[in-house]
């Protein structure tokens, strides 16, 4: 599987899905405490994205133009997989030429690679990374933005860091690590004394894998191995201690309802993929649609599924049958998730 190509074909189906009140009520707190702080200090806002991906997330906020003319801005892109985060240069970089903004008129370059700091704390089933965290370069655009990407692992980086953020963004990545410990980590790099201490975490998987219409195997085979699938997420090991990862969403409510937290908003971001009345997928979902099933058979492959209604046989037909339904226009899915986003109590 082509890792870039599933993120990048992943965007459309994230933008359907975003949870676009949540991303609302953010964007307003972000620009109104931007706007504060600006007015008394010259540092800039320092957001940090962790799994960064492609750079979507950070195109998005460009083009609805979230911090970029409210103050000075220093953006960390850092995601575990090296080809990827080169991927997010190249597509930042594109935007940010093509852009007709005053704010981002000048060069943009991307400086070599340089090591910094080591370790490893996550999980992926196909992520693979030595344990090195490089600076893949800096984009200096002007002196009212700048943006950082780094390769490694993004817990480990704040952890060990000691540089401090004012807005942590976490978009599809906290199931892939054990929830309390990874909140605590990116909430604790936050800046208390920066006067805005953001957090935007959406598309964070709860729970619901449907596809539509039944396969060859039947309705009831088919809601055995989506029960199966979530039952193998819920024994995911990180650091050799079991996570669930099934209910991410709806966990990350009373993890963040603490009394120093202020969970200002959250709400369902399900991801749907249909076909057009033609047969054809939007975009590249065909493709996004075919990771997917490579993603539930490798899983269910791993975690040893068992009994006569997952023999090797009938497990095969299942997954051809949904290639075939893919290849011919005919595949639905339907995954739930929730967004939320929030701020630390400010002193």
Request: aromatic content about 10%.
């Amino acid at each position: 599987m082509d890792y870039v190509r599933y993120l990048q074909a992943k965007s459309t189906v994230d933008a359907r899905a975003f949870n676009y009140a949540v991303l609302n009520d953010f964007e307003d707190y972000l620009r109104q405490t931007a706007s504060i702080r600006r007015s008394s200090t010259n540092a800039p806002l320092r957001v940090i994205e962790v799994g960064a991906g492609v750079g979507i997330m950070f195109q998005r906020l460009l083009e609805r133009d979230v911090t970029f003319s409210t103050a000075s801005t220093h953006y960390t892109v850092i995601d575990i997989k090296p080809e990827v985060v080169k991927a997010a240069q190249e597509l930042i970089k594109s935007k940010l030429t093509i852009k007709n903004d005053d704010i981002l008129a000048g060069q943009v370059s991307l400086p070599v690679q340089s090591p910094t700091v080591t370790g490893s704390s996550g999980v992926h089933h196909h992520s693979s990374c030595d344990e090195s965290l490089r600076n893949l370069g800096e984009v200096s655009v002007t002196e009212s933005l700048t943006i950082s990407f780094l390769v490694g692992d993004a817990l480990e980086y704040v952890r060990s860091n000691k540089a401090r953020f004012d807005v942590i963004i976490a978009a599809a990545v906290l199931d892939l690590w054990q929830l309390e410990e990874a909140v605590e980590s990116l909430l604790g790099a936050l800046d208390v004394n920066g006067g805005v201490c953001a957090f935007y975490f959406p598309i964070n998987f709860d729970g619901t894998t449907s596809f539509f219409p039944e396969s060859c195997e039947g309705s009831t085979y088919d809601k055995n191995v989506e029960d199966e699938y979530h039952a193998a997420m819920g024994h995911r090991l990180v650091s050799g201690s079991e996570v669930q990862t099934c209910y991410t969403g709806r966990s990350l409510i009373p993890v963040l309802n603490k009394e120093n937290i202020e969970l200002t908003s959250y709400g369902s971001s399900s991801w749907i993929v249909k076909p057009n009345s033609d047969g054809t997928y939007e975009c590249d979902e065909r493709y996004f649609l075919n990771c997917i099933l490579d993603f539930i058979e490798a899983t269910l492959e791993d975690s040893g599924i068992s009994g006569p209604e997952f023999d090797s046989g009938a497990f095969s037909r299942y997954m051809a049958c949904r290639r075939e339904q893919i290849a011919n226009g005919q595949l639905y899915f339907l995954a739930h998730n929730i967004d939320l986003c929030g701020h630390l109590k400010l002193r």
